[in-house]
T-cell receptor, first 116, second 114 residues
Framework: GAVVSQHPSRVICKSGTSVKIECRSL??????MFWYRQFPKQSLMLMAT?????????EQGVEKDKFLINHASLTLSTLTVTSAHPEDSSFYIC????????????FGSGTQLSVL | DQQVKQNSPSLSVQEGRISILNCDYT??????FLWYKKYPAEGPTFLIS?????DKNEDGRFTVFLNKSAKHLSLHIVPSQPGDSAVYFC?????????????FGQGTTLQVKP
């Protein structure tokens, strides 16, 4: 099946620093990618929809200046957590569509961010 | 506002028996539902789906049932195998077509004991 690679899998950073997470579709082109966040024992919450060549669409309550999304190519979307704080510590995961149907959404393995 | 709920955080069953995972939703605009399976350190992988025009979809050992009037769906795994041990998420979509926006439940951790 299609593969979505997410990097890094785990990152620990100091408060105030910025962290970039990459999401790549390895064997298909994805015009749309999605970024989710999951806090412990909670559901995956959609943060934003990343569209290749245009601005991302953010869900209500998600600060676009805090979570910068860039989708510069059909195979790469990045999420940058700017000036990270401990409350940003969470599990971040991306998904990419391999065409049309919802069953064709493939997920990366996620990034566990810990902000000290 | 949790639109998709999986009220059982965990479930333990014996190998060979049936596993039933439940999911409730509140938004009547949802018209497509999916179940995902997630192992530790991996992303969710698609398992089975159902459209709101159906009440049952079967794929091998996995069957999903949808009760629209109750806004409830369930995933049946029979017979359960130890390799089925994982976190299972239900997800819903709808109202805006196949945009890829999914609303997830909190997940249920299934443990199948040998």
């Amino acid at each position: 099946g299609a593969v979505v690679s997410q990097h890094p899998s785990r990152v620990i950073c100091k408060s105030g620093t910025s962290v970039k997470i990459e999401c790549r579709s390895l064997d298909f082109q994805a015009t749309t990618m999605f970024w989710y966040r999951q806090f412990p024992k909670q559901s995956l919450m959609l943060m934003a929809t990343s569209n290749e060549g245009s601005k991302a669409t953010y869900e209500q309550g998600v600060e676009k200046d805090k979570f910068l999304i860039n989708h510069a190519s059909l195979t790469l979307s990045t999420l940058t957590v700017t000036s990270a704080h401990p409350e940003d510590s969470s599990f971040y995961i991306c998904s990419a569509g391999a065409g049309g149907r919802l069953e064709k959404l493939f997920f990366g393995s996620g990034t566990q961010l810990s902000v000290l | 506002d949790q639109q998709v709920k999986q009220n059982s955080p965990s479930l333990s069953v014996q190998e060979g028996r049936i596993s039933i995972l439940n999911c409730d939703y509140t938004n009547s605009m949802f018209d497509y539902f999916l179940w995902y399976k997630k192992y530790p350190a991996e992303g969710p992988t698609f398992l089975i789906s159902i459209s709101s025009i159906k009440d049952k979809n079967e794929d091998g050992r996995f069957t999903v049932f949808l009760n629209k009037s109750a806004k409830h769906l369930s995933l049946h795994i029979v017979p359960s195998q130890p390799g089925d041990s994982a976190v299972y998420f239900c997800a819903a979509s709808g109202g805006s077509g196949n945009t890829g926006k999914l609303i997830f439940g909190q997940g249920t951790t299934l443990q199948v004991k040998p």
